[in-house]
């Protein structure tokens, strides 16, 4: 049965489909099938691993794609840790945002926002070998995967004397714990998809969630729905909702 926009006023996906969209771009999503598990969403999402090419894709949004996936690429978007506050930016993926349960229940966003304290990954020494070659050729991604890395002193090298990278050197200041400077660094800049998703997951998990609705749905207008940035939106979209 198709329920009504009566029962659902704001027009958004439920939590089931936005799970069910989340998981498809995940490499083995074609073994769930909707509404025939009993299975807690948060539950389902932790056994799916990332497929590393979407991830690829999605953090090429802004930046000239590589023809092949960088080396250790794989095992960097396979790790377990889970982010939740993620800025839309090169170099980053959506599907780093694994574990939902903090984000639909309790949801303490100071608890998920970052707070610069957190070290660099360890190993990783072909991946950042390969920032260190492609650094001249495509700064802004690979300050993203820098960024990625936990290697912020890296990706500030690289962003510092480069043109048009505003949103990206933001979102270095977010992922430093920086949020509050970073959020006001978006709302100085024109509208972009990028930009919109960024005033509303910073919004968000500033604790701001009410003002947090309208960046996010713009954003969710904005961006293709083959994106898995898309996707990301409108499950912030949700959160908003239901904690608002």
Request: aromatic share 6%.
């Given at each position: 049965?198709?329920?009504?926009?009566?029962?659902?006023?704001?027009?958004?996906?439920?939590?089931?489909?936005?799970?069910?969209?989340?998981?498809?771009?995940?490499?083995?999503?074609?073994?769930?099938?909707?509404?025939?598990?009993?299975?807690?969403?948060?539950?389902?999402?932790?056994?799916?691993?990332?497929?590393?090419?979407?991830?690829?894709?999605?953090?090429?949004?802004?930046?000239?794609?590589?023809?092949?996936?960088?080396?250790?690429?794989?095992?960097?978007?396979?790790?377990?840790?889970?982010?939740?506050?993620?800025?839309?930016?090169?170099?980053?993926?959506?599907?780093?945002?694994?574990?939902?349960?903090?984000?639909?229940?309790?949801?303490?966003?100071?608890?998920?926002?970052?707070?610069g304290t957190q070290g660099a990954l360890p190993a990783f020494t072909n991946l950042r070998t390969w920032i260190a070659k492609n650094g001249s050729a495509n700064p802004l991604l690979a300050a993203g995967i820098a960024r990625t890395l936990g290697d912020f002193d890296t990706a500030e090298a690289l962003l510092a004397n480069l043109n048009g990278a505003d949103n990206d050197k933001a979102a270095?200041?977010?992922?430093?714990?920086?949020?509050?400077?970073?959020?006001?660094?978006?709302?100085?800049?024109?509208?972009?998809?990028?930009?919109?998703?960024?005033?509303?997951?910073?919004?968000?998990?500033?604790?701001?969630?009410?003002?947090?609705?309208?960046?996010?749905?713009?954003?969710?207008?904005?961006?293709?729905?083959?994106?898995?940035?898309?996707?990301?939106?409108?499950?912030?979209?949700?959160?908003?909702?239901?904690?608002?």
């Amino acid at each position: 049965m198709t329920r009504s926009n009566a029962t659902n006023p704001s027009n958004q996906p439920s939590i089931e489909a936005l799970m069910m969209r989340f998981l498809a771009n995940r490499s083995d999503a074609s073994a769930v099938e909707p509404g025939e598990s009993e299975v807690e969403p948060h539950e389902v999402a932790a056994g799916f691993r990332v497929d590393p090419r979407a991830a690829w894709l999605d953090a090429n949004y802004a930046a000239a794609s590589a023809a092949q996936l960088p080396p250790e690429w794989s095992a960097l978007v396979g790790q377990q840790s889970s982010a939740f506050a993620l800025p839309m930016a090169a170099g980053h993926f959506p599907q780093r945002v694994k574990d939902l349960q903090p984000l639909l229940a309790k949801f303490n966003p100071a608890e998920l926002r970052p707070t610069g304290t957190q070290g660099a990954l360890p190993a990783f020494t072909n991946l950042r070998t390969w920032i260190a070659k492609n650094g001249s050729a495509n700064p802004l991604l690979a300050a993203g995967i820098a960024r990625t890395l936990g290697d912020f002193d890296t990706a500030e090298a690289l962003l510092a004397n480069l043109n048009g990278a505003d949103n990206d050197k933001a979102a270095l200041r977010w992922q430093r714990g920086e949020c509050g400077e970073a959020l006001s660094a978006w709302d100085a800049m024109p509208d972009a998809p990028a930009v919109l998703f960024n005033r509303g997951m910073a919004r968000l998990f500033l604790g701001r969630v009410a003002e947090a609705r309208e960046s996010l749905q713009k954003a969710v207008d904005a961006i293709p729905e083959t994106s898995g940035w898309h996707t990301l939106a409108r499950l912030y979209l949700a959160v908003a909702e239901i904690h608002g």
